[in-house]
């Protein structure tokens, strides 16, 4: 019997939910550690328990394949026999069971042979990309040939890219998240690791220039091999991590690899290196190793970020830099893990990540950089004045207003900075929205105005600002939060005509506002929308916070009664198959 924590439950629950109500495909953001294959494991459960339904689980990686596939057997012990495994690497490729799990890379072109599924699953679908040709799109394009009823479901911990910001909202392959719950929240319930970090003296990387949004690789990693440079950097490790007993080191490159790894083994720290290079038996040794607690260092080259599963990690040393957020999200959830051997898991940042990026539960995918010199830098609106700024100006260019910094600057000595953000978090409930077009005080003729969205909150309000008649990054992101509040509209390039649509009811209005609280003003982390089951304010990302056993009494006196009469978990009855 499949026993699944509460936010797991949820997020199944939520799935069902969105899948029914929705003609689109959902996404569950979960952190790393947090057991998204428990959570696709009880959805093929129910799919055939239930429905019947034939499932393909789609993922990248093999050892992400082998773990899905053997847990799956173990949580369906009397229908094992139905679940098939087709992976070039791993030596298998059914094609005639109910359940299927699969390699993308094995079967992207191969959908004649596996035939007809009602539901597909993507795990680490933040590798799905959203346009073009690849495997993935090639895949989903002809398994709709076949069945355009098909439905798609991704998981990820981290749902955004380089290359597109956001994975999900209009015009993306998937519609909106459903559910996700935080890092910090999980730390606090117990379900993961908690997390510490120190910053370490930083290489020099000003003269490394970027492309496609990401440090050009070669010239990072020539920056990076310098012998002081790595002498220094693998001392300081050496002296952090003394009572550290399972450290994951990240690096650059083969050859930065090559020459950490060899400084630690000149310390006497048994260490081993993994790379692309590394042949596959080689690498599963090295790694057996690392997990029977004989191999106290791993480095590696980009292999271990997903699919690698280690909770005795209680160290992790990034000695690579990176514009990534994803990529940086899922360096640090390796030591994410619970594991009896370790309180907490040291973050120890020789590249500047988490200065760069900020804590891994407030990410902002929008701040990515824009690929290369002839992009545009990303820009943050001022909260005094509403001045649209580099981002990364530490005061207003236009009236002076300091922005709090929340990661100390680094020095050469290792210094303390958090992973986990330590701001205090409010939900306020909104009463009104009011738009009005705004323009900076003094403005000459002709400067751009923006669109002031203020939520009032009882006798609170915050604010943020909508850059409609920019240009270049920032007007890409007003359509973006154009096109997810007023769904198949031109966004208006006047703000005096986009405030009228606003007060008019014309604009997706949310029901409540997340605010972090610390700083000089208010900030806007997030929003909660009215509920999927169409109007529940109690119900958000599918979990009713007054739900827990039963609907609440009082749900059609709050006027819920999408809420009261859905069913939040899955029956014997066909009509309620949610695919």
């Known amino acids: 019997m499949l026993k699944l924590r509460p936010y797991q439950e949820n997020s199944v629950a939520a799935v069902y939910a969105y899948l029914r109500l929705f003609n689109d495909s959902p996404l569950v953001e979960l952190p790393t550690g947090a057991g998204k294959t428990a959570v696709i494991a009880k959805i093929v459960i129910d799919s055939r328990e239930q429905w019947d339904g034939r499932v393909l689980v789609v993922s990248h990686v093999k050892e992400l394949l082998g773990q899905a596939y053997d847990t799956l057997r173990a949580m369906m012990p009397e229908r094992a026999h139905e679940v098939g495994l087709f992976s070039a690497g791993l030596g298998k490729r059914d094609t005639d069971e109910p359940v299927i799990v699969a390699g993308i890379q094995s079967i992207y072109n191969k959908a004649d042979k596996l035939g007809r599924f009602d539901l597909i699953i993507v795990d680490e679908c933040h590798l799905l990309p959203q346009g073009g040709d690849g495997m993935y799109q090639t895949l989903l394009r002809d398994m709709r040939t076949i069945n355009p009823a098909v439905r798609l479901i991704g998981l990820t911990a981290s749902p955004f890219r380089l290359d597109c910001g956001l994975i999900y909202g209009e015009g993306m392959v998937f519609g909106s998240v459903c559910y996700r719950v935080s890092v910090k929240d999980l730390i606090a319930d117990g379900y993961l690791c908690r997390l510490?970090?120190?910053?370490?003296?930083?290489?020099?990387?000003?003269?490394?220039?970027?492309?496609?949004?990401?440090?050009?690789?070669?010239?990072?990693?020539?920056?990076?091999?310098?012998?002081?440079?790595?002498?220094?950097?693998?001392?300081?490790?050496?002296?952090?991590?003394?009572?550290?007993?399972?450290?994951?080191?990240?690096?650059?490159?083969?050859?930065?690899?090559?020459?950490?790894?060899?400084?630690?083994?000149?310390?006497?720290?048994?260490?081993?290196?993994?790379?692309?290079?590394?042949?596959?038996?080689?690498?599963?040794?090295?790694?057996?190793?690392?997990?029977?607690?004989?191999?106290?260092?791993?480095?590696?080259?980009?292999?271990?970020?997903?699919?690698?599963?280690?909770?005795?990690?209680?160290?992790?040393?990034?000695?690579?830099?990176?514009?990534?957020?994803?990529?940086?999200?899922?360096?640090?959830?390796?030591?994410?893990?619970?594991?009896?051997?370790?309180?907490?898991?040291?973050?120890?940042?020789?590249?500047?990540?988490?200065?760069?990026?900020?804590?891994?539960?407030?990410?902002?995918?929008?701040?990515?950089?824009?690929?290369?010199?002839?992009?545009?830098?990303?820009?943050?609106?001022?909260?005094?004045?509403?001045?649209?700024?580099?981002?990364?100006?530490?005061?207003?260019?236009?009236?002076?207003?300091?922005?709090?910094?929340?990661?100390?600057?680094?020095?050469?000595?290792?210094?303390?900075?958090?992973?986990?953000?330590?701001?205090?978090?409010?939900?306020?409930?909104?009463?009104?929205?009011?738009?009005?077009?705004?323009?900076?005080?003094?403005?000459?003729?002709?400067?751009?105005?923006?669109?002031?969205?203020?939520?009032?909150?009882?006798?609170?309000?915050?604010?943020?600002?909508?850059?409609?008649?920019?240009?270049?990054?920032?007007?890409?992101?007003?359509?973006?939060?154009?096109?997810?509040?007023?769904?198949?509209?031109?966004?208006?390039?006047?703000?005096?005509?986009?405030?009228?649509?606003?007060?008019?009811?014309?604009?997706?209005?949310?029901?409540?506002?997340v605010v972090k609280l610390g700083g000089k003003y208010p900030e806007i982390a997030r929003f909660i929308f009215a509920a999927p089951c169409g109007g529940c304010k109690h119900f958000d990302q599918g979990h009713c916070h007054k739900w827990d056993d039963a609907v609440p009494d009082d749900a059609q006196a709050n006027g819920c009664e999408h809420f009261a009469a859905l069913a939040l978990t899955a029956t014997d009855d066909d009509a309620d198959c949610p695919f």
């Open 196 to 513: 510490r970090g120190k910053a370490g003296e930083e290489a020099d990387i000003s003269g490394v220039h970027v492309r496609g949004g990401e440090f050009i690789a070669g010239e990072l990693e020539d920056a990076l091999c310098d012998d002081e440079t790595v002498e220094r950097a693998v001392e300081d490790m050496v002296k952090h991590l003394a009572d550290r007993h399972s450290w994951i080191v990240f690096c650059a490159g083969v050859r930065h690899a090559g020459m950490v790894t060899e400084a630690l083994r000149k310390r006497d720290v048994v260490a081993d290196v993994v790379t692309g290079e590394t042949p596959a038996g080689e690498r599963a040794d090295i790694i057996q190793r690392f997990k029977a607690g004989t191999l106290r260092a791993l480095v590696n080259v980009s292999v271990l970020t997903t699919g690698f599963d280690a909770p005795n990690v209680d160290a992790v040393a990034l000695l690579r830099p990176t514009l990534s957020p994803g990529l940086y999200y899922q360096m640090v959830g390796r030591g994410l893990r619970l594991h009896p051997s370790k309180a907490d898991c040291l973050v120890l940042d020789f590249a500047g990540c988490i200065k760069r990026h900020g804590p891994i539960d407030q990410l902002d995918p929008e701040a990515k950089s824009e690929g290369d010199e002839k992009g545009e830098a990303p820009t943050k609106t001022c909260p005094e004045c509403a001045e649209i700024i580099f981002a990364g100006l530490a005061a207003c260019s236009a009236c002076g207003y300091e922005f709090p910094r929340a990661i100390a600057k680094h020095a050469t000595k290792a210094e303390a900075v958090s992973p986990v953000s330590e701001t205090i978090e409010q939900t306020w409930p909104i009463t009104d929205v009011a738009y009005r077009p705004h323009a900076k005080k003094d403005a000459p003729a002709g400067h751009p105005r923006t669109l002031r969205v203020e939520y009032l909150c009882g006798f609170r309000s915050v604010s943020e600002w909508v850059c409609v008649e920019h240009s270049g990054f920032a007007r890409n992101k007003a359509e973006r939060w154009w096109g997810e509040r007023v769904p198949g509209a031109v966004m208006p390039d006047d703000a005096e005509q986009a405030a009228l649509i606003g007060n008019a009811g014309g604009v997706k209005e949310p029901s409540a506002v």
